[in-house]
């Protein structure tokens, strides 16, 4: 034990330092807040509940390349696929183990096609594990619920980095092409 640490250990001076923490925060106004009565207000680009994002005709932005589910850390996004009849593929299932997820936005950020989201909602609790198993269409109405009208524009814009306009691969290359932009 050094000098420093012996003098301090015998006059208490942590507890002290300690006390006197507590003596000058003692009539300041309090910083906890009364949930749920009281809420604090959602940052933009907070990560909340998943969605799967629709372009304008509502239709499911989400191609099926399977990237999010490749880039997920927590391996809690499954998606089946199968060949349409003009061998596009075809999002049969896309799901979410929402209990697994750790909410670090890689699958928005891996996403080429601006189709998976975090909403600001976060209040989901529920008794059910089941409730956090989320389907493709839970998904989706999702995306009706917590991003409707120019929210879901504004989404991408603000907050998300790549974009797809920073992809420089080529044209050719489907997954960065341009077309399919976030907007
Ligand atoms: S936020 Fe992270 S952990 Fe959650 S689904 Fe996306 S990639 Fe996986
Ligand atoms: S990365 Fe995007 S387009 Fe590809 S499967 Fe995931 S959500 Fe769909």
């Known amino acids: 034990m050094t000098a420093g640490k012996f003098i301090s250990a015998i006059f208490f001076?942590?507890?002290?330092?300690?006390?006197?923490?507590?003596?000058?925060?003692?009539?300041?106004?309090?910083?906890?807040?009364r949930y749920p009565k009281e809420k604090?207000?959602?940052?933009?680009?907070?990560?909340?509940?998943?969605?799967?994002?629709?372009?304008e005709e509502g239709k499911m932005k989400c191609v099926g390349c399977g990237l999010c589910g490749a880039y997920c850390p927590s391996q809690c996004i499954y998606i089946y696929t199968t060949e349409g009849e003009d061998h596009n593929k075809?999002?049969?299932?896309?799901?979410?183990?929402?209990?697994?997820?750790?909410?670090?936005?890689?699958?928005?950020?891996?996403?080429?096609?601006?189709?998976i989201t975090l909403s600001e909602h976060y209040e989901y609790s529920d008794y059910s594990r089941d409730a956090f198993y989320m389907t493709k269409d839970k998904l989706?109405?999702?995306?009706?619920?917590?991003?409707?009208?120019?929210?879901?524009?504004?989404?991408?814009?603000?907050?998300?980095?790549?974009?797809?306009?920073?992809?420089?691969?080529?044209?050719?290359?489907?997954?960065?092409?341009r077309t399919g932009s976030r907007k």
Do not use: M
Not at 40 to 55: C, S, T
Not at 103 to 112: K, L, M, R, T
């Open 13 to 33: 001076i942590e507890l002290l330092k300690g006390l006197s923490l507590t003596l000058r925060t003692l009539f300041t106004r309090p910083v906890t807040r």
């Open 90 to 115: 075809v999002v049969e299932r896309y799901e979410i183990e929402v209990l697994r997820c750790i909410y670090c936005g890689f699958c928005v950020e891996a996403c080429p096609f601006g189709a």
């Open 140 to 177: 989706l109405s999702n995306w009706d619920k917590y991003f409707a009208g120019e929210k879901g524009k504004r989404y991408f814009k603000n907050f998300w980095l790549p974009r797809s306009d920073n992809f420089t691969g080529y044209e050719s290359q489907s997954v960065f092409r």
């Open 40 to 55: 604090r207000p959602v940052q933009p680009g907070f990560r909340g509940l998943h969605a799967l994002a629709k372009n």
